[in-house]
């Protein structure tokens, strides 16, 4: 390695070390105990006996990796039943299964839109999603975080003829576990034509009458030209999917997605846990009020306590500590209590919103609240930088 690039390696480590945002991999053992509260597990399937045997069957049918690219032979009739099982869900025409959520959000945003196309995106989209647009070549405009009012604004202003406007949102967002109004969102694209791409990936599974996310609960699925969802959180499974009105775009994207066409495919064995996944998620419609209720009550009384914690009934409970350094103490201290939650730091949350990422279960019991809430007191006692 040049003398110059360990320099800038090292300058560039020894700067987020300063600053409290240095990253680093740490193994979990199976045999860990701990409440899992940082995982996005949140319908507890990734360990349903039912969907671990139709991984295991799959996995003694097929083996245990697809060995192929999906354009060779790593397509399967497991991909293609999943891939009915999800426009059936959905009610959409076309679907596309995809190695990872990063991949299908990037290679999405970077293949439709192109140079002279304007996207319009909510400031705190993922960042797989921020990937495909920088790489398409389009315009980028960033509206503020849920402000329908600005975005309306721009499309006014901004979309003019010619070119194709793209509006890019979430249901739920990953950080702040908030989300915008669908409704709204479908009657704005009534009167400023757009084509709206929403990623699902953390409302699936919390969300809708048979648990299909946002966009089914409030009957707009309709209105979004491509849906992003995940098999790696909701269904306990690995990789994501991409739902499309006009089927057209799933035969674009198998032609020109170098994300898709040329890397080995998603084990069948995902396919078949995430296919059985969906099942058990209809099966779960009628618990689905509890669960959000829970969430709410959960935020008042942390709230309550003193925590920052905004109001909400999704499964993700941002609790906002400001300071890095604050944040991973009191994470550590929760650990040692037995209790797994995301510390979440910049550059992946703006600076000085450092924060605990809790992440509900629908498991979750009433003493197993009261533990969490115990176990943030104690935190809070515990480290002298909190005021």
């Known amino acids: 390695m040049t003398s110059l690039l360990e320099n800038r390696i090292h300058s560039a480590l020894e700067e987020r070390r300063t600053a409290g945002t240095l990253r680093a991999l740490s193994p979990r053992s199976a045999d860990d105990d701990s409440l899992n509260l940082a995982d996005n597990d949140t319908l507890d399937l990734a360990r349903d006996p039912s969907v671990i045997e139709a991984a295991c069957a799959a996995n003694r049918r097929w083996g245990c990796s697809s060995s192929a690219s999906p354009l060779i032979t ?4 497991a991909h293609n039943a999943l891939e009915r099982t999800l426009c059936e869900w959905h009610g959409a025409p076309s679907c596309l299964v995809w190695n990872s959520g990063f991949t299908a959000n990037q290679a999405v945003l970077g293949r439709l839109p192109a140079k002279g196309d304007l996207v319009l995106a909510d400031r705190l989209i993922h960042n797989s999603m921020i990937s495909g647009i920088l790489g398409s070549g389009a315009r980028l405009r960033r509206f503020r975080h849920n402000d329908l009012s600005g975005l309306e604004a721009l499309l006014k202003n901004e979309a003019s003829g010619g070119r194709s406007v793209f509006v890019v949102t979430e249901t739920v967002y990953s950080m702040d576990g ?3 109004d669908p409704a709204r969102m479908a009657a704005l694209k009534k009167r400023n034509p757009f084509f709206w791409v929403v990623d699902e990936a953390h409302a699936t599974g919390w969300f809708g009458k048979t648990g299909a996310g946002l966009l089914e609960e409030s009957g707009t699925s309709s209105h979004a030209d491509v849906i992003v ?3 790696g959180k909701a269904l306990g499974s690995q990789g994501a999917y991409t739902l499309f009105r006009n089927e057209r775009i799933r035969d674009y994207l198998i032609n020109v997605a170098g994300e898709f066409i040329y890397s080995t495919y998603l084990p069948p064995a995902c396919a078949a846990a995430a296919s059985t996944a969906v099942e058990r998620c209809r099966e779960l419609a009628a618990s689905r009020h509890e669960w959000r209720t829970a ?3 959960f935020r008042r009384q942390l709230a309550a306590d003193g925590w920052n914690v905004p109001d909400g009934d999704s499964p993700i409970v941002p ?3 400001g ?5 991973m103490s009191i994470a550590a201290s929760l650990a040692r209590s037995g209790i797994l939650v995301g510390a979440v730091r910049p550059p992946t949350v703006p600076p000085d919103t450092s924060r605990l990422r809790i ?26 930088r909190i005021q």
Do not use: C, N, W
Not at 74 to 77: A, E, I, K, L, P
Not at 323 to 327: E, K, L, N, Q, S
Not at 359 to 384: C, H
């Open 74 to 77: 790593g397509y399967t009739d």
């Open 359 to 384: 992440s509900l279960k629908r498991s979750l019991s009433d003493p197993d609240y009261a533990r969490i809430r115990a176990a943030l007191a104690r935190a809070s006692e515990s480290d002298s």
């Open 323 to 327: 300071d890095p350094g604050r944040t």
């Open 178 to 180: 908030d989300y915008p």
């Open 319 to 321: 609790v906002l500590a």
């Open 295 to 297: 969430s709410s009550m």
């Open 229 to 231: 969802g995940t098999l």
